[in-house]
Structures are given as C-alpha cells and as structure tokens.
C-alpha cells in the first residue's frame, strides 16, 4: 500500500509533466504571436517619387502578395513578390510622381485572401501641404488573447491545477468508500 507521501509525489510529478508539456510545443507554434497577418510601413510619411518600403509577417510561406497605393481614389499598382518560407516579406516600391498631397493607403493583397492595410501620408511634410493631420493608423492586430498559444497553455495550467487539486483532495487522510 503506498503512503501518502508516494501518491502526492506521483500527482506531483503528474502536474509537472502537464505543466512541462507546452515545452515540447515545436518552437514554430510557440514562438508565433498567432494574431494573424500584419503589415507594416517603417517611414509612413512619404514623397511623390520617392520609394516606400512595406513589412510584412506571419503569411502562408510562398504566399503572392501584391501591393497598392490608393490615394485620392485612385489606385497605383506597386508591384507583386512572393513571401519567403518564413511567411515574411520586405518590399521597396517607387511612388509615383503625380501623387497629390495627403493622405493614402498602402494596402496588400495575397492570393489565399489576406487583405490588409495601412495609412501613410503623401507631401513635403510643409504646413501647406500637411493641411489636417493624417488618419491614425488602423489597428492591424488580433488581441493577444486569442493567440493559440496562450490558450494551449492555459488548458494545461487549468489541468494542472486539478491534478493538484485532486492530490490535495485525496491526501486529506479520509477514507475511501
């Protein structure tokens, strides 16, 4: 007959391994944020002619994305890549000329659907040409909550919690029926 003493030791060590699996999670899963795509512009206050530079993450690796500038109603194409087998890409575009002063958007498109985008602003950065200040940039992130991770991880600190639960229960020194 094992001792009290044995069975919370065994629970223990129960709770550890369920609480020591997460560790095992490949490092691709654990150490993704799990929000989603996101884009991002580094410089968002842009020239005509000049060239912008778009950040991405978190895409399907070898993903078509295509990139657009839309400003004023019209739509300028900035060109297509495809996404490195990390699902990132970085891409350095040419505006064009003819841009009018104000605000615009860069907007990325991928061929498994994802679109996402983000506001910048076209000028000289003058008072003249800045008028009102740009829109402030859309929100392009899930809440943290819902990453698969953290909730992968909280079931097993929920288990964990009754497996020492349960050895607390049990090792109370009252009899079984």
């Known amino acids: 007959m094992a ?9 223990v060590l129960r709770a550890c391994l369920l609480v020591g699996l997460p560790l095992a999670v490949p490092s691709a899963v654990a150490g993704h944020e799990g929000t ?16 912008v530079v778009v950040v991405g ?8 994305v295509s990139l657009e500038l839309l400003a004023a109603g019209v739509t300028y194409p900035l060109g297509s890549l495809t996404a490195d087998h990390q699902g990132h890409f970085t891409a350095e575009a040419e505006l064009p000329g003819d841009l009018e002063d104000g605000d615009a958007y860069v ?11 983000l506001w910048v602003h076209v000028g000289d950065g003058s008072a003249a040409a800045v008028g009102e ?3 402030p940039r859309a929100p392009s992130r899930s809440p943290a909550w819902l990453d698969p991770s953290l909730i992968v991880l909280g079931l097993f600190v929920a ?7 349960r050895a607390a229960w ?4 009252v009899p079984r029926s």
């Open 3 to 11: 001792t009290v003493v044995e069975m919370s030791l065994r629970s």
């Open 36 to 51: 989603g795509p996101w884009i991002d512009v580094p410089k968002p206050e842009l020239r005509q002619g000049a060239s």
């Open 57 to 64: 993450d978190d895409l399907e690796p070898g993903d078509q």
């Open 107 to 117: 907007q990325v498109a991928t061929a498994s659907g994802w679109v996402a985008s």
């Open 133 to 135: 200040p740009p829109a």
């Open 159 to 165: 288990g964990a919690g009754l497996a020492f639960g």
């Open 170 to 173: 049990r090792s109370r020194g």
